[in-house]
């Protein structure tokens, strides 16, 4: 019984219901085109004409399911009433040729199952209940209400009339059951992602993975950076607090503004995560109220610091720095001008972890008209980054960095001997190109 009269069956049934009321405008559109051609006013009394404006119905339900807002609303009906996973479904509006057809197709589906279920509830439930009454009411069994023949009119006929109602109720329901089972089945087909869809989807996860990607490199960088500044600045303080107390005192400050500086960085790289992973937020990262026509893949984070800042972070990395610009690297705007200062950014960290204590790093930035060159060189400790067990993050972010932007960057020991690292320096290179993009205007 639970198979005809459970929560599911009764749900299916619902949802065929409203199929049915769907039909109806075009049902009686095409009762006035079949009335309006054949002439006959008995055309709602004819079972040839109610058939025909059926027949009539449909093509046009078919054409209303060609609307992209079509699938969304069937799919939102059908996962709620008819018990399919929303994984199997594209709740997104149809937007190509054949996401549009299988969405007209399901649409017509449903309204033609609806409207024969509908129509057997609405004329079986009460004549069955009619039936089950003639027993005890005589006046219903010399009623024309039912239009039963004579020949019935016998007591063991009358007698089984209960029963024979029970098997008119179970009809609609059987009928309702292998309907909503029919529809259950063909839902992920006709409603399901098309291979565009997919396609769609797999790009907006590339994007979103590249975004994260992206994400990780900037935290990388940010507070890799400035925790070895920290540490150094510690580091520095704690030998000379007997001696130096002033020294303490600007280490201290430089300490306090690096973690002011870097958890403002990381509070907002972390609003844009936890922006992704809400699930009131589209697919887009965009709550549904707000979301305006589709523009595309979504970019990463705004912009950060640039080469214009390049001083500030020369003066507070923790590390002496000799920096030679040839060129005007103030020129230099966009996705060029970000990436080369967090490159830079890198190699200084690199430089406080694995370079000789206290020896300067040698900075050069040379921008030419069609590239940007970034040399970086810092005497080795014997520990070069290269080979540090489980490390080389920051040097693939930077190689990453370059990559994406077209250009390429090296790292590696310069001027070692056979015996060792120990006595040669490491240098970093990187070369990013330039277009008119991203320079300023003269």
Request: charged fraction near 20%; aromatic fraction near 4%; hydrophobic fraction near 45%.
């Amino acid at each position: 019984m639970s198979l005809l009269f459970g929560r599911r069956a009764r749900l299916r049934w619902l949802h065929l219901i409203i199929g049915g009321a769907l039909l109806m405008p075009y049902f009686l559109v095409g009762m006035v085109v079949v009335g309006s051609s054949s002439g006959d006013d008995g055309v709602f009394s004819s079972v040839a004409g109610l058939f025909t404006a059926f027949a009539y119905a449909l093509p046009m339900a078919a054409v209303t399911g060609l609307f992209p807002l079509v699938r969304p609303l069937s799919v939102a009906a059908a996962r709620a009433l008819c018990g399919i996973p929303a994984e199997q479904l594209a709740e997104v509006p149809a937007r190509t040729r054949q996401a549009r057809v299988r969405a007209a197709g399901w649409y017509s589906l449903h309204l033609a199952l609806g409207g024969v279920v509908s129509g057997m509830t609405l004329a079986l439930t009460p004549f069955a209940v009619g039936v089950m009454g003639l027993p005890f009411s005589a006046a219903l069994r010399d009623s024309a209400l039912l239009g039963l023949p004579q020949a019935l009119d016998r007591p063991w006929i009358v007698a089984l009339a209960p029963l024979a109602g029970l098997a008119m109720l179970s009809a609609p329901a059987l009928c309702a059951a292998a309907a909503g089972e029919l529809l259950a089945r063909r839902a992920p087909v006709l409603l399901g992602p098309t291979p565009d869809d997919r396609l769609a989807a797999a790009e907006r996860r590339a994007a979103d993975l590249a975004l994260r990607n992206r994400l990780a490199r900037e935290l990388h960088d940010s507070v890799g950076h400035a925790l070895s500044a920290v540490t150094l600045q510690a580091g520095a303080a704690r030998r000379v607090l007997a001696d130096d107390p002033e020294f303490v005192r600007e280490a201290l400050a430089a300490i306090e503004e690096t973690t002011r500086r870097t958890v403002g960085e990381l509070d907002s790289m972390l609003g844009l995560l936890r922006q992704d992973d809400d699930p009131a937020n589209g697919p887009d990262g965009v709550p549904p109220g707000q979301q305006g026509p589709r523009q595309g893949p979504r970019q990463g984070p705004g912009p950060g610091p640039g080469l214009h800042a390049l001083d500030g972070l020369l003066a507070r990395c923790g590390v002496p720095v000799a920096y030679e610009a040839l060129g005007e690297p103030g020129t230099v705007t966009g996705a060029v001008s970000g990436e080369a200062y967090r490159i830079v950014q890198e190699g200084l960290s690199n430089a406080l972890r694995h370079g000789a204590g206290g020896a300067p790093v040698e900075l050069r930035i040379v921008v030419r008209e069609e590239d940007l060159e970034i040399t970086m060189e810092n005497p080795l400790s014997g520990r070069p980054p290269v080979l540090r067990p489980g490390g080389g993050r920051g040097l693939r972010g930077i190689a990453e960095r370059a990559v994406l932007l077209g250009g390429r960057a090296e790292a590696g020991p310069h001027g070692a001997t056979e015996a060792g690292p120990r006595g040669g320096t490491w240098r970093l290179t990187a070369r990013l190109p330039l277009d008119a993009a991203g320079r300023t205007k003269r």
